[in-house]
């Protein structure tokens, strides 16, 4: 439902709904974040699923995501919107029992991944001996030192592999599935609309 819609619905100008819905996003995105955690891996491990009785140092499950968007009217901000729609990116990572535990902030959809991971600050929470799960083909940069990723087995031709930290193995989609449903109950329940 747009702004406009809604507006009309409570008999109220568009921008006064619009400075009211900005404020209650401000003002929870300021309440919630006091009660989003970031477990430890010793806090895990007593309700690590068993399909990650393999991956038992993992902290987090990290995906990029898409959120599609109206397209902006100003010519600037759909450049930078723009991928194949006009899209908002965020990094979200979930512990392995499903548990949001980071999200970034917003990024434009003509950002590539890489760069969103590396400057999101996701790896400054990190202690070394954690692990993280990715997708095949997440083009991550270098992670500190210590810092394990699992990855499903894949790299192209000529790809070099930044550390020896990257353990691929064939069990990692089946695990990687948390983090997915995760983001499509996010998609469903049009929470980033």
């Not at 600037?76 to 990116?89: E, L, R």
């Not at 990855?151 to 192209?156: D, K, L, R, V």
């Amino acid at each position: 439902m747009s702004g406009r819609e809604i507006s009309r619905n409570f008999g109220t100008l568009e921008g006064s709904f619009s400075k009211i819905f900005v404020t209650w996003i401000n003002f929870l995105q300021r309440e919630l974040k006091n009660i989003t955690r970031f477990p430890t891996v010793a806090q895990i491990k007593p309700y690590l699923p068993d399909v990650f009785q393999e991956f038992p140092n993992t902290r987090l499950v990290l995906d990029v995501t898409e959120v599609r968007i109206q397209r902006p009217p100003s010519l600037n901000v759909q450049g930078q919107t723009f991928s194949h729609y006009n899209t908002y990116k965020v990094v979200v990572g979930c512990t392995p029992d499903g548990y949001i535990s980071y999200v970034s902030k917003l990024w434009g959809g003509s950002v590539s991944d890489a760069h969103i991971v590396q400057k999101s600050g996701v790896f400054d929470s990190l202690e070394p001996g954690d692990g993280i799960l990715v997708d095949r083909g997440f083009n991550y940069p270098c992670v500190p030192q210590g810092i394990d990723i699992y990855s499903p087995p894949f790299q192209s031709r000529g790809e070099a592999q930044c550390r020896e930290a990257l353990l691929s193995t064939r069990r990692v989609p089946s695990a990687r599935v948390h983090v997915e449903r995760v983001i499509g109950r996010v998609k469903e329940f049009h929470i980033l609309d």
